[in-house]
Structures are given as structure tokens and as C-alpha cells.
């Protein structure tokens, strides 16, 4: 397994308010370590906001004190914990400074442990796996589009096109009852792990990301292909993947 990730300012941002952490190797207990974060807020609060965000998982994780007591199956339960940390940094930081009151970020983090990857996620960043078969979105989006569409008072159609499309419903930093999804998924025959922002899953399709994560070449040029790609396609927002081959 190997994975390389990349993030680009695209073309109609001045700022980059993703940040993404990218580790082969193990990170505290964890045998490896992914994360995507899209940051929201006026001025650089966005940026604040991600970049804390991820920071703050990354040494949590680090630096946990009893790391020789986690094993795999509590590897779900040390992320969460993480981001919790994590989202009560971000909101003291908005409350000790008005400048960056408002401001949000996803997350979007997983670790690959035998069969299995193990993820959290808040927001409308991305999962996706990509089999020999096809390709899945893993995460649901937390968007009120979404909620439209599971509830069935609106198209795939006229979602794509619907003004309140980038409405996410759920984000850390925001102040409130803090929720996010967790889950573990086989890997099976899966070849590949896409994590991304929306700045590059709205720019491309699922056929155009599986054709470009199925060329035969190395990761870290098929990720930057993405981000490529997706400036091509517009580049209306900043644009983060992270592209872990399994297979």
C-alpha cells in the first residue's frame, strides 16, 4: 500500500483553505494516516480552521499516552476521539477571536488496517473506492441536497444544478451538538482509496476519476492528474486528493 496527496489553490480562489495530511507510516498507534479538510469562514478563517482541524487529529493521535493498549478494533474510537479534540480547538479559537467567528471545516480522515479502512467524516468531502468493477462514494455527503435526494424530493438531475448545492447541514468548529459518521468497510477486491474535497468531486464525474485513478502509472502522478483534471474541468474551488493504492 502507498499513497500520495496533493492540494491546489484552483482557479477563482486568491487562498487555500484545504489542508490535507498524507502518512505511509505509522502515526501513534495508527498504522498509517489520511486526512482532507475544507475550510469555510470569511477572511483566512477557512484556512484557521482547516489547518487546526488537522493538526489538532494528527497530534491527539501522536501523542495518545496509552498507545500500546489501542488495537485495531478500537482504531475507530481513537479517530473520533481525535476529531472531538479537534473540533473543541477550532471552536475556542472562534470564540477567543471574533475575526474568525463562523468559520468551519470538514473532515475527512481514515487509516487501512489489514481488510479493512476505518473512517470519520463531517461534511461533503469524499471517500471513494475504486474497484476493478466500478467505483463507490464510501461517505454520505452532509448537505441539505443530500437530504433532499434521500428523502426523494428532488432529482440526481436537478441536484447537480440546485443553488443551495454547497449548503453542508454538518461541520467541526461549528458551535453546537458535534456529530459525525463513523464506519469501517471491507476492502475486498478494492484497488485503490480516493479522499477528496468538493472542489475536485464537483469538477469530475465518477467515470472521469475512475479512468484517471486506473491508469498505470505511479500514485503520485495519477494525483496529481486528478487536481489537473479538475482545474481543467473549472477549478471553481480549491481542490485536494489524496490517492491511496491498496493493490
Given at each position: 500500500?502507498?499513497?500520495?496527496?496533493?492540494?491546489?489553490?484552483g482557479n477563482a480562489r486568491s487562498i487555500n483553505q484545504d489542508?490535507?495530511?498524507?502518512?505511509?507510516?505509522?502515526?501513534?498507534?495508527?498504522?498509517?494516516?489520511?486526512?482532507?479538510?475544507?475550510?469555510?469562514?470569511?477572511?483566512?478563517?477557512?484556512?484557521?480552521?482547516?489547518?487546526?482541524?488537522?493538526?489538532?487529529?494528527?497530534?491527539?493521535?501522536?501523542?495518545?499516552?496509552?498507545?500500546?493498549?489501542?488495537?485495531?478494533?478500537?482504531?475507530?474510537?481513537?479517530?473520533?476521539?481525535?476529531?472531538?479534540?479537534?473540533?473543541?480547538?477550532?471552536?475556542?479559537?472562534?470564540?477567543?477571536?471574533?475575526?474568525?467567528?463562523?468559520?468551519?471545516?470538514?473532515?475527512?480522515?481514515?487509516?487501512?488496517?489489514?481488510?479493512?479502512?476505518?473512517?470519520i467524516h463531517v461534511g461533503d468531502s469524499r471517500v471513494y473506492?475504486?474497484?476493478?468493477?466500478?467505483?463507490?462514494?464510501?461517505?454520505?455527503?452532509?448537505?441539505?441536497?443530500?437530504?433532499?435526494?434521500?428523502?426523494?424530493?428532488?432529482?440526481?438531475?436537478?441536484?447537480?444544478?440546485?443553488?443551495?448545492?454547497?449548503?453542508?447541514?454538518?461541520?467541526?468548529?461549528?458551535?453546537?451538538?458535534?456529530?459525525?459518521?463513523?464506519?469501517?468497510?471491507?476492502?475486498?477486491?478494492?484497488?485503490?482509496?480516493?479522499?477528496?474535497?468538493?472542489?475536485?468531486?464537483?469538477?469530475?464525474?465518477?467515470?472521469?476519476?475512475?479512468?484517471?485513478?486506473?491508469?498505470?502509472?505511479?500514485?503520485?502522478?495519477?494525483?496529481?492528474?486528478?487536481?489537473?483534471?479538475?482545474?481543467?474541468?473549472?477549478?471553481?474551488?480549491?481542490?485536494?486528493?489524496?490517492?491511496?493504492?491498496?493493490?
Open positions: 500500500m502507498y499513497a500520495a496527496g496533493f492540494t491546489d489553490t489542508a490535507i495530511f498524507v502518512a505511509n507510516e505509522p502515526v501513534g498507534p495508527l498504522p498509517n494516516l489520511f486526512i482532507v479538510a475544507d475550510g469555510m469562514g470569511g477572511h483566512n478563517a477557512g484556512e484557521v480552521a482547516s489547518s487546526q482541524a488537522v493538526e489538532a487529529v494528527v497530534d491527539y493521535i501522536r501523542k495518545f499516552k496509552v498507545a500500546e493498549l489501542v488495537q485495531p478494533d478500537n482504531y475507530l474510537d481513537l479517530l473520533v476521539t481525535a476529531a472531538q479534540e479537534a473540533n473543541s480547538k477550532v471552536c475556542k479559537l472562534a470564540e477567543d477571536n471574533s475575526a474568525m467567528e463562523g468559520m468551519g471545516t470538514t473532515l475527512t480522515a481514515c487509516t487501512i488496517t489489514g481488510e479493512k479502512v476505518i473512517i473506492a475504486i474497484s476493478p468493477s466500478g467505483i463507490t462514494q464510501i461517505t454520505n455527503d452532509h448537505t441539505h441536497i443530500e437530504e433532499m435526494l434521500q428523502a426523494g424530493q428532488i432529482t440526481a438531475k436537478e441536484a447537480a444544478t440546485h443553488p443551495s448545492r454547497h449548503v453542508i447541514t454538518r461541520a467541526l468548529g461549528v458551535p453546537g451538538d458535534f456529530k459525525m459518521d463513523g464506519l469501517i468497510y471491507p476492502l475486498g477486491d478494492i484497488a485503490a482509496i480516493l479522499l477528496c474535497s468538493d472542489g475536485l468531486s464537483n469538477m469530475l464525474n465518477n467515470g472521469k476519476i475512475k479512468e484517471i485513478v486506473d491508469i498505470e502509472s505511479f500514485v503520485e502522478h495519477r494525483a496529481k492528474l486528478l487536481i489537473k483534471e479538475a482545474n481543467a474541468h473549472g477549478g471553481h474551488d480549491n481542490i485536494s486528493a489524496i490517492l491511496i493504492d491498496i493493490k
